[in-house]
């Protein structure tokens, strides 16, 4: 019987290792690459959807979200009275947003949380709204036919806020 030579053996698993980690590191880089470019484009949907949200510009929200969001939308628009339009149109500075984190919950869901400033805060039916200094939201996202997109459930709610 011959002796195995263990220097060829290593020389073959060390041969066929270092292509596996190459591969490896490049597939890493590849998904890591991907996910920070649907952050970036998470982020500038949920800052574009924000700023025309909280500017009370629906028709324009709508264009960043899922159909079945309108309904919403509308609603919201719904329940704006003249009052609450006069307040925004006596602003010098609308409504400002800034999306500071995005979490994903899967490949095709996330939550974007945005820190929204200076906005009417419309708080009970038939009232007048209030301006609100700061406050955070957090934006369901989803990925639709390759396109990601905002899905409300039902009008956004404050998760923290400065009360004034």
């Not at 009417?120 to 036919?145: H, P, S, V, Y």
Request: charged share 25%.
């Amino acid at each position: 019987m011959k002796p195995i030579n263990t220097n060829n053996q290593i020389a073959v698993h060390t041969f066929l290792f270092i292509p596996v980690i190459i591969l490896c590191l490049i597939l890493t880089s590849c998904i890591k690459s991907q996910r920070q470019k649907d952050i970036e484009e998470i982020k500038k949907l949920s800052d574009n959807f924000a700023l025309n949200y909280f500017n009370f510009d629906f028709i324009s929200a709508q264009k960043h979200c899922t159909p079945e969001s309108y309904k919403w939308l509308s609603f919201i628009a719904s329940n704006i009275q003249q009052e609450d339009i006069d307040i925004i149109n006596s602003q010098e500075n609308k409504a400002s947003v800034e999306t500071k984190h995005v979490e994903f919950i899967n490949d095709t869901t996330a939550t974007a949380s945005c820190r929204v400033s200076n906005f009417l805060k419309l708080d009970t039916l038939g009232q007048t709204g209030q301006i609100t200094k700061t406050a955070e939201f957090n934006i369901c996202i989803i990925k639709r036919n390759n396109r990601w997109l905002v899905k409300m459930e039902d009008p956004l709610r404050n998760e923290t806020q400065n009360h004034d």
